[in-house]
């Protein structure tokens, strides 16, 4: 079984700045892209920005140039350290991970939990 675990949201002043973290944990072979996504009330969910498993990255227009996304293959994380925020980055941020739990079965997505970022003064 796959859990995937949120961290670092909360409630920032615009301008200022959250790294969220997401580690994978359970039973995993192999690990793909893994991928930041958020959803804000009344809107669907949109992706921020993703990153291979050769670290190529891809970012939503919006954020480009005060988000980055990274990980830590030997902790299975994920993290996006977003700079600059403004208070239309408020929302729900989803991790999701493609990975294969065991040899020889598909890879597929796994969401996580969800941890919400509010920017406001």
């Known amino acids: 079984q796959v859990q995937l675990v949120e961290s670092g949201g909360g409630l920032v002043q615009p301008g200022g700045s959250l790294r969220l973290s997401c580690a994978a944990s359970?039973?995993?072979?192999?690990?793909?892209?893994m991928g930041w996504y958020r959803q804000a009330p009344g809107k669907q969910r949109e992706l921020v920005a993703t990153?291979?498993?050769?670290?190529?990255?891809n970012y939503a227009e919006s954020v480009k140039g005060r988000f980055t996304i990274s990980r830590d293959n030997a902790k299975n994380t994920v993290y996006l350290q977003m700079n600059s925020l403004k208070p239309e980055d408020t929302a729900v941020y989803y991790c999701?991970?493609?990975?294969?739990?065991?040899?020889?079965?598909?890879?597929?997505?796994?969401w996580g939990q969800g941890t919400q970022v509010t920017v406001s003064s």
């Open positions: 999701n991970i493609d990975l294969s739990p065991r040899l020889g079965i598909t890879s597929r997505g796994y």
């Open positions: 359970g039973t995993i072979f192999r690990i793909n892209a």
């Open positions: 990153i291979t498993r050769g670290s190529s990255t």
